[in-house]
């Protein structure tokens, strides 16, 4: 279970957020992308956070985390963290290194002190991008993260990105919905982590089956 020593992410990167977002990922949504946004209302303010959701576009950890409101932090592997620079710059943005050879262990071990520090912390449920933004093959672990960290999960359908880009749909519309905070899976069990998995999967789905 993890002992937050945060309520919300350090102060630099809650400053970069709003500045990144508010010059340009916000207008590019809204304008550019004619975005539409449903559920914000059910985003925790603060407090560790699982954010869950399908994955169809390299743009979608910027835009999930300007449409949930608060940072969101990605996994990253470990060697972009050598770049002098570019160290700076994706830890400022919340990304955390993960060790290729041993990615499971890692992962957790990272994302679970990531969530101690109070962030949002964001996992794609399939792991890899999808055709058509919806999840077919959900992996396991936001749910093994779940149950070892006992925080909420919040799950987010971001639907159009799939479009970014092609030609002839330069600026696609595009759709996201937040739905509502649910609990964490009651036990490592793996066929209660599948249960856990495979219901979240279905919501995301679901809110994507809705379109625009």
């Not at 700076?88 to 993960?98: D, E, F, N």
């Not at 479009?163 to 066929?191: C, H, M, W, Y």
Request: charged share 20%.
């Amino acid at each position: 279970m993890v002992n937050a020593s945060r309520q919300r992410e350090p102060i630099a990167n809650l400053f970069l957020y709003r500045l990144f977002k508010w010059s340009v990922i916000s207008p590019m949504f809204n304008f550019y992308y004619r975005g539409q946004l449903y559920g914000q209302e059910n985003v925790p303010k603060q407090g560790p956070l699982l954010v869950v959701s399908n994955h169809a576009s390299l743009c979608d950890p910027p835009l999930l985390s300007c449409c949930v409101g608060r940072p969101v932090a990605y996994m990253a592997k470990e060697e972009l963290f050598e770049i002098p620079v570019l160290k700076q710059a994706i830890s400022l943005y919340g990304a955390y290194p993960v060790k290729r050879a041993a990615a499971d262990r890692s992962a957790i071990r990272s994302t679970l002190k990531t969530l101690e520090q109070g962030w949002a912390v964001g996992i794609f449920l399939q792991g890899t991008r999808t055709p058509d933004g919806r999840i077919t093959e959900p992996k396991l672990g936001a749910a093994m993260i779940a149950a070892k960290a006992k925080v909420p999960i919040l799950p987010v359908n971001l639907w159009g990105t799939e479009k970014i880009p092609q030609k002839g749909t330069r600026f696609p519309a595009i759709t996201a919905r937040i739905g509502e905070p649910l609990s964490p899976p009651v036990s490592n069990k793996r066929d209660i982590l599948e249960d856990a998995t495979h219901k979240w999967a279905d919501i995301i789905n679901t809110m994507h089956a809705q379109g625009r």
